[in-house]
């Protein structure tokens, strides 16, 4: 099938490069003169396991193929995803002027029947809005789907080659069948296509973000009363995870949610839900637990050093969001920082792919280092953001003799409390017990 999609972010150029894998010719788009430059030269702009390999094996196939053209692209081609950012609006609402602006240039230059396929996080009713705007700008026959990605970043390969479920909403069988074709080879293992309505569907993704984030916020508020009250979260949280009605998913606590989507679309969800006379609490309540909990390392560096941490040297590994990406949209590392620098330390950061991203957003307010030893030289202690797998069993006799003091806060959970005792270590993490050396 001749496919494009608009956008090269981490849905759409991984969309793209997965429906390319399974031998459809894919043109991907993008308005990002310089994204598209580097990808034509085999550089890939994010970083995403396995996606690189991939990308090079379609490209050399020739199934594969990188363009700003948007009007080219879409005049080849029999489906148009439309995977552009719907970030955050000023009055909290989702900022849908990107996918309106792909809709209209979409509809411009459509040769013959397309279906136009929205794979962006929207609130109910852009498929409509979609409809609108295209029929405004041509008489050239075509249908709206919406299909939203459930892919993680870090993930998003296996996830997009192996859904859990594909869903569908559209009411055009002509368009559900073409739909039903593209993704059947990736629905091998029996996984189900779910087809509904557009409105359902958009629901689908906005419910299904909401109800993971809510997860996140509730485990943390539990870590949060074991700290107060006694008790070992990661033994609460076996406890209550092995009960199949809750299930394991989801339940490790932390220092927050960040990334592109739970922040952006919790806060799409409740503004659309107030402007319908519907005040979501709940969300409301999840969002704010969300926020507090971004700070809870910052609160437990004051409490150890005092308000003041001028004269303070911290190591912080990690920044990214989550492990295996580099993306620091919404990052608590970002929160933590900030807390940081404002008591007057001094941060030394280390991130195994999210430095050049951290330098853009974080610019001089940390130092950045080659290694995670590096960051440790001289540390009165060392701040855990982001569970990498390199972080998780480290050289501890060389990391004390690096730092000045050995103390950890592990907003993770990476390290065992028993473990860090052993090693010598004052050890905070998220809703255990903290460990304390004699001095
Ligand atoms: N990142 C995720 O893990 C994830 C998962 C599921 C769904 N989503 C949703 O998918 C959407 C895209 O997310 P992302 O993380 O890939 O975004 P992104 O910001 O990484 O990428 C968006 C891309 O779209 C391009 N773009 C914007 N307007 C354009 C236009 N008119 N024509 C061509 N290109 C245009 C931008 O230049 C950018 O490269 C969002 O709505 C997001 O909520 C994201």
């Not at 859904?163 to 368009?175: E, K, T, W």
């Amino acid at each position: 099938m001749k496919v494009c999609v608009i956008g090269t972010g981490y849905v759409g150029l991984v969309a793209g490069t997965c429906f390319a894998e399974s031998g459809n010719d894919v043109i991907c788009v993008d308005v990002d003169e310089r994204k598209i430059a580097s990808l034509k030269q085999g550089k890939i702009p994010i970083y995403e396991p396995g996606l690189e390999e991939l990308i090079a094996r379609s490209t050399a196939e020739g199934r594969l193929s990188f363009s700003t053209d948007l009007g080219a692209a879409v005049g080849q081609s029999l489906i148009c995803f439309i995977a552009v950012g719907t970030p955050t609006a000023p009055d909290g609402s989702a900022d849908l002027q990107y996918v309106e602006r792909a809709a209209a240039d979409i509809a411009k230059s459509m040769a013959d029947y397309l279906v136009i396929v929205n794979k962006s996080n929207v609130p109910v009713g852009m498929a409509e809005r979609v409809r609108q705007i295209v029929s405004t700008h041509t008489r050239v026959p075509f249908d709206v789907v919406s299909n939203p990605e459930f892919l993680k970043e870090g993930a998003a390969i296996q996830d997009f080659m192996n859904p859990d479920r594909v869903v569908i909403g559209s009411d055009s069988q002509r368009a559900i069948e073409l739909m039903r074709e593209l993704y059947s080879p990736f629905v091998r293992t029996e996984r189900p296509i779910l087809v509904m309505s557009a409105a359902s569907a958009e629901m689908t993704k906005y419910a299904a973000n909401a109800m993971l984030a809510t997860r996140i916020s509730l485990i943390n508020e539990f870590a949060n009363l074991c700290e107060r009250v006694g008790g070992d979260i990661a033994d609460v949280r076996r406890g209550v995870g092995f009960d199949e009605r809750i299930g394991q998913h989801f339940l490790f606590p932390g220092i927050g949610y960040g990334g592109s989507c739970f922040p952006k679309d919790i806060k799409a969800i409740i503004r659309t839900a107030g402007e319908r006379g519907l005040p979501f609490r709940l969300l409301t309540a999840v969002e704010d637990v969300n926020a507090t909990q971004k700070r809870v390392l910052v609160e437990k560096v004051l409490a150890h050093f005092g308000q003041d941490l001028k004269g303070i040297r911290l190591a912080l590994w990690g920044l990214s969001f989550k492990p295996r990406t580099d993306d620091m949209r919404e990052a608590p590392s970002l929160v933590i920082v900030d807390g940081l620098r404002q008591a007057g330390a001094e941060v030394h950061a280390y991130d195994p792919e999210a430095m050049d991203e951290a330098k853009r957003v974080l610019g001089e307010s940390v130092v950045y280092h080659r290694s995670n030893y590096d960051a440790l030289v001289d540390a009165d202690a060392l701040l855990i953001a982001t569970e990498w797998n390199e972080f998780r069993r480290p050289d501890f006799p060389r990391m004390r003799k690096l730092m000045r003091r050995a103390v950890i806060f592990d907003g993770r959970n990476v390290y065992d409390p028993p473990q860090m005792d052993m090693q010598g270590f004052t050890y905070y993490s998220i809703g255990r017990p903290v460990v304390r050396q004699e001095t």
